[in-house]
């Protein structure tokens, strides 16, 4: 791995800080990570264009918001744990986004060594309809499509939703994740909360709304919202929809992130801070102007002294 990439975290299990995976399966405290999603490199001006389908020609705006996310990040005190990115990284599709690619790791290079990045594969990563060839693609260049991990005492599961969404060309690997899923939910001791990153939503509103672009279709969803009860999955982090929307349904947070790239409502470009304590799991969306001026609200600053 190039020095310049020691940020990403990359393997299917990763430690934070040089800590055991033992030790951070053990509760010290509240702490907090930042959601980000969608920085989709090239999005921004195919979408003025009314040109979606292309790869994008340009994405310097993209570029220079991530570069902003980066420098709010690295200057909250205390430091996120880490810092999610759920999906579509670039615009362009598989075979189309080395530049893309190149140029979005640059922007996160800065994100400080101590923040490490946690990937989430989206649609425009692996293609809508993702083969073996794509998956393998995402994988070489940003890690594993689905891992778990541990940070303080919490269990973290990234899902590739769009082997959810449409398997159909890689039934093998769709097979594959379903059977490391239940293996991982149904795994000990248990966690002080268990949280689930994927790229498309469960659902934007309500658990019975129809089938969307934006979000899983109706028994997809539904089978994974029973097993996520059952498993006492706290929250689904998720971005896709380019707006900010979910809701709480049984006691699961579906949350639902607008983009650091192309706004496709009236959000503004942004991150969410996540706050976790030991009963609750608190999140607040941030305009990057927001972060970068003011910080944390003061409310989400003494949840952090708790």
């Known amino acids: 791995?190039?020095?310049?990439?020691?940020?990403?975290?990359?393997?299917?299990?990763?430690?934070?800080?040089?800590?055991?995976?033992?030790?951070?399966?053990?509760?010290?405290?509240?702490?907090?990570?930042?959601?980000?999603?969608?920085?989709?490199?090239?999005?921004?001006?195919?979408?003025r264009d009314?040109?979606?389908?292309?790869?994008?020609?340009?994405?310097?705006?993209?570029?220079?918001?991530?570069?902003?996310?980066?420098?709010?990040?690295?200057?909250?005190?205390?430091?996120?744990?880490?810092?999610?990115?759920?999906?579509?990284?670039?615009?362009?599709?598989?075979?189309?986004?080395?530049?893309?690619?190149?140029?979005?790791?640059?922007?996160?290079?800065?994100?400080d060594p101590s923040i490490p990045l946690v990937f989430v594969s989206g649609n425009h990563d692996l293609g809508n309809t993702p083969t073996p060839r794509t998956v393998e693609q995402y994988c070489n260049a940003w890690g594993s499509d689905y891992f778990s991990f541990w940070v303080g005492g919490v269990f973290c599961l990234v899902l590739n939703s769009q082997l959810?969404?449409?398997?159909?060309?890689?039934?093998?690997?769709?097979?594959?994740?379903?059977?490391?899923?239940?293996?991982?939910?149904?795994?000990?001791?248990?966690?002080?909360?268990?949280?689930?990153?994927?790229?498309?939503?469960?659902?934007?509103?309500?658990?019975?709304?129809?089938?969307?672009?934006?979000?899983?279709?109706?028994?997809?969803?539904?089978?994974l919202l029973d097993r996520f009860h059952k498993a006492g999955v706290k929250a689904v982090f998720s971005g896709h929809y380019h707006r900010n929307a979910g809701g709480c349904h049984g006691g699961l947070d579906m949350v639902v992130s607008s983009a650091i790239g192309c706004q496709l409502g009236k959000d503004t470009h942004g991150v969410r801070v996540v706050v976790v304590t030991a009963d609750d799991v608190v999140h607040r969306y941030y305009s990057l102007e927001q972060l970068t001026t003011g910080g944390l609200?003061?409310?989400?600053r003494e949840l952090l002294k708790a």
């Open 50 to 111: 009314g040109d979606c389908d292309s790869g994008g020609e340009e994405w310097a705006e993209e570029v220079e918001l991530t570069k902003q996310a980066v420098e709010a990040v690295n200057q909250l005190r205390p430091r996120p744990r880490f810092m999610v990115l759920c999906g579509d990284l670039v615009h362009a599709m598989p075979g189309r986004e080395k530049a893309q690619e190149q140029d979005l790791k640059a922007a996160l290079t800065g994100t």
């Open 1 to 47: 791995m190039a020095e310049s990439e020691d940020i990403f975290l990359r393997a299917k299990h990763r430690t934070f800080r040089g800590l055991s995976e033992d030790a951070e399966r053990q509760w010290k405290g509240p702490f907090c990570f930042i959601q980000a999603a969608d920085p989709q490199l090239g999005l921004m001006k195919a979408w």
């Open 164 to 223: 959810f969404y449409d398997g159909s060309a890689c039934p093998q690997l769709k097979e594959a994740q379903e059977t490391w899923l239940e293996e991982q939910l149904s795994s000990k001791p248990k966690p002080k909360h268990i949280l689930v990153f994927q790229h498309i939503p469960l659902y934007l509103k309500s658990p019975d709304e129809d089938d969307d672009y934006f979000n899983l279709q109706r028994a997809v969803r539904q089978h």
């Open 297 to 300: 609200d003061e409310d989400l």
